[in-house]
């Protein structure tokens, strides 16, 4: 008989809802699995109903959300087994400051949970501290969807940054120092896959609105994919989604030196890693210089990318289901 997984999520359309549960399906059904996915949100008949769904669930995957105290209590009685899945430091604010009524709630639902999905090591350091069994399950991306090929444009040099509204302040605190670089490098040009606009950026700005289907040609079409930050322990609880993208598109990278990011950079062979407004500068008139390095660190950077591709880290997920 097949394995009833429920997943249980604020948004369908969420990302973390399509990177932790959405892609697998595939996989899991083809291992016997009949994965199903809820929306909580929605007031009080969305929490009965997610109530009832779980209950005729054999797993329960939780993908980042906390709830009241009693909702969690209620959750956990009729789940059969229980697992908390998370990507970010949701146990704190986004600008990374201590938040009681956040921490509460994460430290209830993990506490009851029967195992713990944890992104990166500092989100499993986090939750290791209320439940011993936690697996550690990086963000991934099917790299095979980015194996297009595509001409890059031989008039500009892109730099390319993917986000939304909701990660643009680390993107905004970048445009003055690209607006500086723009002036010494007329090709150079700022694509944002988002759904924003930058009107008080000087360098040449290319706005395209995210789509499944286009993601992949916006990425690989460009020549250098930025991931800039700042640290704290939101930023520490991220899991380098962006940076992988890149990756998979074939881009050497430019990012901060934070958190998950400095595990998947190695600089100077596919990417740079970076620290001060000069590093900024440095890193990026380097490869706007010199095409071969950007192709030679963005070969590199597919090639290291395998080791997040969506068929290895099932198989993690798939040893944690069949414990």
């Not at 789940?79 to 430091?89: E, G, Q």
């Not at 090709?187 to 395209?208: C, G, H, M, N, Y």
């Amino acid at each position: 008989m097949a394995t009833n997984i429920l997943f249980i999520s604020k948004s369908y359309n969420s990302s973390s809802t399509h990177y932790r549960a959405l892609q697998f399906f595939p996989y899991l059904k083809s291992h016997g699995f009949k994965p199903k996915h809820v929306s909580s949100s929605g007031g009080l008949f969305a929490i009965l109903k997610t109530l009832w769904l779980a209950n005729q669930a054999d797993v329960v995957i939780v993908l980042r959300k906390t709830f009241p105290l009693m909702i969690t209590w209620l959750l956990r009685l009729v789940s059969k087994k229980l697992i908390f899945d998370f990507d970010d430091a949701i146990f704190c604010r986004s600008n990374g400051s201590i938040s009681k009524t956040r921490m509460k709630r994460f430290k209830n639902i993990v506490s009851k949970s029967d195992h713990i999905f944890a992104g990166n090591q500092f989100l499993a350091h986090n939750s290791s501290k209320l439940n011993k069994s936690v697996s550690l399950i990086p963000t991934c991306l099917d790299v095979e969807k980015y194996n297009v090929k595509i001409s890059k444009p031989t008039d500009s040099i892109d730099l390319v940054w993917i986000g939304s509204r909701s990660t643009s302040k680390y993107l905004l605190n970048l445009i003055p120092i690209l607006d500086n670089i723009a002036a010494t490098h007329p090709s150079l040009r700022l694509k944002v896959i988002a759904d924003f606009d930058i009107p008080e950026a000087k360098i040449p700005t290319l706005i395209t609105p995210w789509t499944e289907s286009g993601e992949a040609y916006e990425l690989v079409s460009s020549h250098i994919g930025i991931a800039p930050m700042i640290e704290n322990d939101w930023t520490k609880g991220k899991c380098a989604l962006k940076v992988l993208q890149y990756m998979a598109a074939g881009l050497p990278v430019i990012s901060s030196d934070v958190g998950v990011n400095s595990e998947v950079i190695t600089s100077n062979k596919n990417g740079f890693l970076v620290t001060t407004s000069n590093d900024w500068k440095e890193a990026i008139d380097t490869l706007v210089k010199d095409s071969k390095l950007r192709q030679s660190m963005g070969t590199t950077a597919h090639q290291d990318v395998i080791n997040y591709d969506i068929k290895k880290v099932f198989n993690l997920i798939l040893k944690s289901l069949n414990s």
